[in-house]
């Protein structure tokens, strides 16, 4: 066993126990004899019973609430688990359920995991880094917890997205669970109902924002940088208002990047391979409307216009077939209210003046004056993408792209069934959370879930193997392409656009490749061969087995 721990120390080690499966001779040698029942398991035995008791739960939150307890008491169980029953176990690991989880965090707290960053603390940063419970560690994922998935300002409570992602980078990219941080930044909450809560367990305190907002995120930033340098920093979570000048200011300083923004621009890239080639139409030819403009959406829109200028547009002609449609209708160059990143993607107002609108254009005015081929939701607002809408759109696009990407489910554009109902059977569909399948002509056709889980697991096993020190657009670029490269959709356009979770875990290993390579063409990385990176990602890679 490596380290010194013996007796109850170790046998409540997570990270190193192996609960009942100690045999005779190790519970001796480490001092446990007498502290086991009897009889000696297996980890496949410890497995099975797992999963039989987590069968038994019927409610999704009771289920993640006995997976994160198991998590707690033996980790190498809790990824073989997942493991063993990857589709069943991801709704419940991550999303939908995660959200209900955030939501209800002082509620069913349990026990600590990751690191609480509190704002009062701000002068004490150093102190609370190095209480992390690992010295070592490759990856951390961090949140403030002001905008979680499209259930808004969480607090404290974002904490169970760091936690839930770290899971998904060990489970499908293989990264140690013991080199894994999560931290939520405790900068306080503008939820009115946490703050009255006499359960809430953060700092009850209106956010803190503006320039000491940012001060505080440079001094963490700096003290991460001093303490964990070579770490991969993933940002997850934080409003959009924050989230693109926080990437913008740290990417070029240390190995760093925003899921939100570059994960999801490249899940959705991916997606978008398979379903343009089952369209019979590339993405250069496509008119694509982007209802949502926050982060994300803009995120991905960049991924799409450099796509399309991949293709042999001009930024000028790929930038006139993107439309982007927010709260208050089309994004259009007379409009005063554009960030830097919307403006760029807003349609010359002269362009729509023909269309004789009494007000800003909204998306069912752009779908009936455009041949709109792709439409991509990432508003968090639930039914959106209208029967009136849908119907338009199909009438011009032998196969409509639908992709309603809001999560969690509530939040969702669109359901797949009626997107297929609607189109006749015709769309090809992705969504953001899980959802099942659709049944046409007596055939169940599995939905493709977008979710970044394909993307940030191979970029961390990816930077890690390769000894990355940024992370570019150009690596995201690759790591879209090789994901697309495993659409099922390229040899039959009837099966899903994306992977099943079952074959994930394997094609993480081939994204990170890919990523891997492009690392070290950008000068990012050492100089290695395809081949000696190969090895280093299977060298690097953790699995759920009992070791020693």
């Given at each position: 066993m490596p380290g010194k721990k013996t007796g109850q120390a170790l046998l409540f080690d997570a990270l190193r126990t192996k609960g009942t499966a100690f045999t005779h001779d190790e519970r001796r040698e480490f001092g446990l004899l007498g502290l086991l029942p009897t009889a000696e398991k297996t980890l496949d035995q410890q497995a099975e019973h797992c999963w039989h008791e987590f069968c038994r739960r019927r409610e999704d939150i009771d289920k993640h609430i006995y997976l994160r307890s198991l998590q707690d008491r033996n980790e190498t169980l809790f990824y073989r688990v997942l493991s063993d029953h990857i589709a069943d176990t991801m709704p419940i690991v991550y999303t939908p359920t995660v959200g209900d989880a955030c939501q209800r965090f002082s509620e069913i707290y349990q026990r600590p995991r990751g690191l609480f960053v509190s704002y009062p603390d701000r002068q004490r940063l150093r102190e609370v880094l190095r209480n992390r419970?690992?010295?070592?560690?490759?990856?951390?994922?961090?949140?403030?917890?002001?905008?979680?998935?499209?259930?808004?300002?969480?607090?404290?409570?974002?904490?169970?997205?760091?936690?839930?992602?770290?899971?998904?980078?060990?489970?499908?990219?293989?990264?140690?669970?013991?080199?894994?941080?999560?931290?939520?930044?405790?900068?306080?909450?503008?939820?009115?109902?946490?703050l009255e809560d006499p359960q809430y367990l953060g700092w009850r305190h209106r956010r803190i924002d503006g320039d000491e907002y940012y001060a505080f995120i440079d001094e963490f930033v700096g003290t991460v940088k001093d303490e964990l340098p070579d770490v991969l920093l993933q940002w997850e979570d934080f409003a959009t208002a924050h989230?693109?000048?926080?990437?913008?200011?740290?990417?070029d300083e240390l190995l760093t990047f925003n899921d939100d923004i570059q994960g999801t621009a490249a899940v959705t890239l991916g997606a978008l391979h398979g379903a343009a080639k089952a369209a019979g139409r590339p993405l250069s030819q496509q008119q694509v409307v982007m209802l949502?403009?926050?982060?994300?959406?803009?995120?991905?829109?960049?991924?799409?216009?450099?796509?399309m200028v991949s293709e042999g547009l001009t930024p000028q002609q790929a930038a006139a077939q993107i439309w982007v449609v927010d709260i208050k209708g089309l994004l259009t160059d007379d409009r005063t209210d554009l960030?830097?990143?919307?403006?760029?993607?807003?349609?010359?107002?002269?362009?729509?003046?023909?269309?004789?609108?009494?007000?800003?254009?909204?998306?069912?005015?752009?779908?009936?004056?455009?041949?709109?081929?792709?439409?991509?939701?990432?508003?968090?607002?639930?039914g959106a993408f209208t029967e009136q809408i849908v119907r338009e759109m199909a009438a011009k696009a032998a196969r409509p792209i639908i992709f309603p990407l809001s999560n969690p489910t509530s939040r969702a554009e669109a359901h797949p069934a009626e997107l297929d109902e609607w189109t006749q059977g015709r769309a090809l569909i992705a969504t953001g959370s899980p959802f099942a399948a659709v049944r046409r002509d007596g055939v169940e056709r599995a939905i493709a879930q977008c979710n970044n889980a394909y993307i940030f697991p191979a970029m961390g096993l990816a930077v890690t193997a390769a000894q990355a020190t940024r992370v570019t657009d150009e690596m995201m670029r690759a790591a879209a392409a090789a994901l697309g490269d495993a659409s099922p959709a390229l040899t039959d356009a009837d099966r899903p656009l994306l992977p099943t979770w079952s074959d994930v875990p394997e094609i993480a290993g081939r994204i990170a490749q890919a990523v891997a390579v492009q690392a070290v063409t950008d000068g990012v990385a050492p100089h290695r061969s395809p081949a000696e990176l190969s090895a280093r990602i299977a060298e690097v890679r953790w699995t759920p087995e009992y070791r020693g």
């Open positions: 419970p690992s010295r070592d560690v490759d990856v951390i994922v961090v949140t403030d917890g002001q905008r979680i998935l499209g259930l808004g300002d969480q607090g404290i409570g974002g904490m169970g997205i760091p936690v839930g992602k770290l899971s998904l980078y060990t489970l499908i990219g293989g990264i140690d669970p013991a080199r894994t941080l999560p931290i939520v930044l405790d900068v306080g909450t503008d939820n009115a109902e946490l989230a693109l000048p926080i990437l913008q200011r740290y990417r949502g403009a926050g982060s994300a959406g803009i995120g991905v829109l960049e991924m799409v216009h450099r796509q960030t830097p990143g919307q403006l760029g993607f807003a349609q010359p107002a002269a362009r729509v003046a023909g269309w004789e609108l009494s007000g800003p254009a909204q998306l069912a005015d752009v779908v009936h004056h455009v041949e709109v081929g792709v439409l991509i939701g990432l508003s968090t607002a639930a």
